[in-house]
C-alpha cells in the first residue's frame, strides 16, 4: 500500500522556535507538496518541488522554507513560529505526467503555535 | 488570476437524497480536475477527469467535466451518512501544481 508519511500527528510550538516538519513518500514520486488547511479557506500550497534540490514557491509561501535532500522526504520549515502559522499541515506526493490516481496526501499534521 | 469556486459551500441532505456538487474553474494551461473526498484527516482520492464529457463513477459516485462551459459536477445517489465529509475540487496544469477549492462540506442526516 503507497504511503506518504508525516512525523507528527499532533505538534505545539512556541512562539520564535524553528519548527521543522518532516514528510516521507515510498512511493518513488518527482513532484512533493506542502499545504496547510484553514477552516472557510481551503488547502493552500506552500511549496512544492519537482525533483531533489527543486522548490518552488506556491501560493503562501511567506515564513516558510523547504529541503529536498532526498527523492523521498520533503520538509516545511517554519523559520520563526508565530501564532498565525496555527493550522493543518497536509503533504502530498503524485507522479510527473498522466496519473490516473492522482495526488497521495499524508495524515496531517496539526500544529499549534502558543 | 486563476480560481476555482465550489458550491453550494455547504449542504444538508438525508439519507437516500441524491446530491450535486459543483465545481467551476477559470484557470490557464488546465489539464486534469481531481475530486477528493476529507473526513476527519487527509484528502482521499475520487476523480481525475480529463476529458469532457466522459463520465466517471464508483458506486453511488459519479463525475463529469464539461472543458466549454468550464466546471465539473460530483454526483451522490442514495446518500448514507457516512458520504458526510468535506468534497474537495482541485485542479492541475502543465506544472502538475494542484490547487484547491475551498470545498463543500455535506452533511447527511439520518
Known amino acids: 500500500d503507497v504511503k506518504v508519511t508525516q512525523s507528527s500527528r499532533y505538534l505545539v510550538k512556541r512562539t520564535g522556535e524553528k519548527v521543522f516538519l518532516e514528510c516521507v513518500q515510498d512511493?518513488?514520486?518527482?513532484?512533493m507538496f506542502w499545504y496547510r488547511q484553514d477552516p472557510g479557506l481551503g488547502l493552500r500550497l506552500i511549496y512544492f518541488?519537482?525533483?531533489?534540490?527543486?522548490?518552488e514557491k506556491g501560493d503562501i509561501p511567506e515564513g516558510y522554507s523547504v529541503s529536498r535532500e532526498k527523492k523521498e522526504r520533503f520538509s516545511l520549515i517554519l523559520e520563526s513560529a508565530s501564532t498565525n502559522q496555527t493550522s493543518m499541515y497536509l503533504c502530498?506526493?503524485?507522479?510527473?505526467?498522466?496519473?490516473?490516481?492522482?495526488?497521495?496526501f499524508g495524515s496531517g499534521t496539526r500544529l499549534t503555535i502558543v | 488570476e486563476d480560481k476555482v469556486v465550489q458550491s453550494p459551500l455547504s449542504l444538508v441532505v438525508h439519507e437516500g437524497d441524491t446530491v450535486t456538487l459543483n465545481c467551476s474553474y477559470e484557470?490557464?494551461?488546465?489539464?486534469?480536475l481531481l475530486w477528493y473526498k476529507q473526513e476527519k484527516k487527509a484528502p482521499t482520492f475520487l476523480f481525475m477527469l480529463?476529458?469532457?464529457?466522459i463520465e466517471k463513477k464508483s458506486g453511488r459516485l459519479s463525475s463529469i467535466l464539461d472543458k466549454k462551459e468550464l466546471f465539473s459536477i460530483l454526483n451522490i445517489t442514495a446518500t448514507q451518512t457516512g458520504d458526510s465529509a468535506i468534497y474537495l475540487c482541485?485542479?492541475?496544469?502543465?506544472?502538475?501544481?494542484?490547487?484547491f477549492g475551498k470545498g463543500i462540506t455535506l452533511s447527511v442526516r439520518p
Open positions: 502530498a506526493s503524485s507522479r510527473t505526467g498522466n496519473n490516473d490516481y492522482g495526488y497521495t
Open positions: 512511493m518513488d514520486h518527482e513532484n
Open positions: 518541488s519537482y525533483d531533489v534540490k527543486m522548490k
Open positions: 484557470v490557464t494551461n488546465f489539464r486534469s
Open positions: 480529463t476529458s469532457s464529457g
Open positions: 482541485a485542479w492541475t496544469g502543465a506544472n502538475s501544481k494542484l490547487t
